[in-house]
């Protein structure tokens, strides 16, 4: 079974039966009992048009819904129209589907949500630790969306900031997480950028292709994460690298500075320096100053404590990171990178064994338990 071509027809799918007249939720289900019917037929009967087979399928199972809610409108009208099989268009209508999920009806919260969970293939899980908030906040937040758009009509998509911050999400969790979705990510966002002149989708762009461009580097041969400090500078895709810098100068050229535009410029910062040791740090934090500005985001200062341990020493660094919340994922595995610089090597270790203990996946887990080792190997226990 090809889960990958299931994930990237998905949206389509969606997007047509919300055309052709069902709600967002009703689609949604109709869609997941396709994916689920294709699982269990698929290996055994391929179809020869994998599109066309999970819309009719698809398609039907939202009139078998339709015909048993007696007070739904236009019932036969709606089995009038259902489409013959058929080889199916072959037209993307991905990112359409991300404008109509940001429907000016929801919150931007609440249409980021929506969109990861229905569009982007996320769990509600991976959504809750991108939002920093307990899963069951999440699913109930997911809830209310789906409720608030059932039977809306869409045809007033959202804003072009609400879709990036969208694709900046799955970008996100594509890059670290269980799935791949880096590649989906980007090719929308290149989409976007060829339809859109707002500066922060070229800055958005940038930043992935930035981040993108270290992607073979990030991990060893067993699968263990590589620090960017540590990493093969030679594997870094070069060209990418190149095509991401000269977008963002030109993003940049035209004074209307956006977080992901500071985002991409720390990147670019990061990609451009030979070796570690000449990462020009205290730029990076002015940088960090400028995008804590913009968006005043706890994450952001988080990572702003780590340029301050770089740039002024690791006592400063300390001293900025004692000013957050503890409670920030990742806060412990900071403290404990920056009480190892400060040579405090018992306090370090110990730090590094309870962030292990709250990392977010396995190879993060895996990645700080081998930290922690490392130090107690060294009598620093």
Known sequence: MNEALLRSLTPSVLAILVR???????????VQDALVEAVRVWPADPPRDPKGWLITVAWRRFLDAARSDTARRRREDVVDEEPAPGPAPAVDDTLQLYFLCAHPSLTPSSAVALTLRAVGGLTTRQIAR??????????????????TVSGVRFDQPGDVATVLRVLYLVFNEGYSGDVDLV??????????????EHPEVAGLLALMLLHHA???????????????AEQDRGRWDTRTIA??????????????????????AIAALHADAQTAEETD?????????????????????????????QADGPRAGLAALAALDDSLPRHTAVA?????RDG??????????????????????????????????????
Not at 245 to 259: V, Y
Not at 286 to 296: I, P, Q, S, V
Not at 359 to 381: C, F, I, K, M
């Open 183 to 196: 590649s989906e990510a980007i090719r929308l966002t290149r989409q976007l950028a060829d339809r859109s």
């Open 281 to 309: 740090w205290v730029q990076i934090l002015e940088w960090y100053d400028e995008l804590a500005r913009l968006t005043d985001s706890p994450v952001v200062r988080l990572n702003r404590a780590v340029a301050v341990g």
């Open 243 to 264: 095509e991401g810098i000269a977008i963002l100068r030109a993003a940049l050229a035209r004074d209307r500075l956006g977080e992901f535009q500071a985002q991409a």
């Open 214 to 228: 270290r992607r073979a580097a990030r991990t060893a041969p067993d699968g263990s994460l590589v620090p960017l």
């Open 336 to 340: 404990a990178y920056l009480h190892e």
């Open 20 to 30: 052709r007249g069902a709600d967002f939720a009703a689609a949604e289900d109709a």
């Open 130 to 147: 991108a939002y920093l908030v307990p899963e069951a906040t999440m699913a109930q937040r997911i809830s209310r969306a789906k409720r």
């Open 344 to 381: 405090d090597l018992e306090a370090a270790a110990r730090l590094y064994a309870e962030a292990a203990r709250k990392a977010p996946n396995l190879a993060e887990r895996d990645h700080l338990v081998r930290q922690a080792a490392r130090l107690n190997s060294r009598g620093g226990r």
